[in-house]
């Protein structure tokens, strides 16, 4: 079973921020916060990922709560191509181990 | 650089038959995992390959079976289908050290009637 909770959908105007809550409350310190999308009809596609200390790429930033049981992803400029299906995992290690997928959130920008 | 590739796209078989699909991993990724996504849901795995063995299995009847080839390719083979086997099936690529980001391609609709 999935390890992490997430909201079944969320909206968000084009070119606002938009933030994707995550609890996982029982997380163990070897476990990273992994987020992963899968726009409509294609595969997932990795996001970023975390251990404790916050993290940006180019796609997005990672917030992690100190007690890290907790985490937001924020897209800071969403556009329409964002809208897909956003899911929160939480994995041993940055390994090749399997990923366990949620039901995540469907991440709906509107013009 | 060729990402994941899979095929065939679309595949429509019938109950009772067996099918083979096939994924060819991102160049220099020689770790392959298999994962099935009904209508609504997050992708389920299935299991991982690498250095062809088997090297991890999620909770799949023995009816899903699979294989990796010396250049990394695999297949996944499932018998005796079931109306239920009807589901979005997806081929992941990674390698270890650079294991966080696996790379997906574009998945296998298969639809038993």
């Known amino acids: 079973d999935a390890k992490t909770t997430q909201p079944p959908s969320m909206d968000c105007a084009e070119g606002r921020a938009a933030n994707l809550p995550c609890n996982h409350s029982t997380i163990s310190g070897n476990e990273y916060v992994y987020w992963y999308r899968q726009i409509h009809s294609q595969g997932p596609q990795y996001i970023i990922h975390g251990l404790k200390n916050n993290e940006t790429n180019e796609m997005a930033s990672l917030i992690i709560t100190e007690d890290r049981k907790s985490s937001t992803l924020i897209l800071p400029h969403a556009t329409l191509r964002d809208t897909a299906v956003y899911y929160c995992?939480?994995?041993?290690?940055?390994?090749?181990?399997?990923?366990?997928f949620g039901t995540g959130t469907r991440l709906q920008v509107f013009p | 650089d060729a990402g994941v590739t899979q095929s065939p796209t679309h595949l429509i078989k019938t109950r009772g038959q067996q099918v083979t699909l096939r994924c060819s991993p991102k160049?220099?990724?020689?770790?392959v995992s298999w994962y099935q996504q009904a209508l609504g849901q997050g992708p389920q795995f299935i299991f991982q390959y690498y250095e062809e063995e088997e090297r991890q299995r999620g909770n799949f009847p023995d009816r899903f079976s699979g294989h990796q080839f010396p250049n990394y390719s695999s297949e996944l083979n499932v018998n005796a289908l079931l109306l239920g086997d009807s589901a979005l099936y997806l081929c992941?690529?990674?390698?270890?050290?650079?294991?966080?980001?696996?790379?997906f391609g574009p998945g296998t609709r298969l639809t038993v009637t």
């Open positions: 160049s220099g990724h020689d770790t």
């Open positions: 992941a690529s990674s390698t270890p050290g650079q294991g966080y980001e696996q790379y």
């Open positions: 995992i939480v994995r041993v290690g940055e390994s090749t181990d399997k990923l366990i």
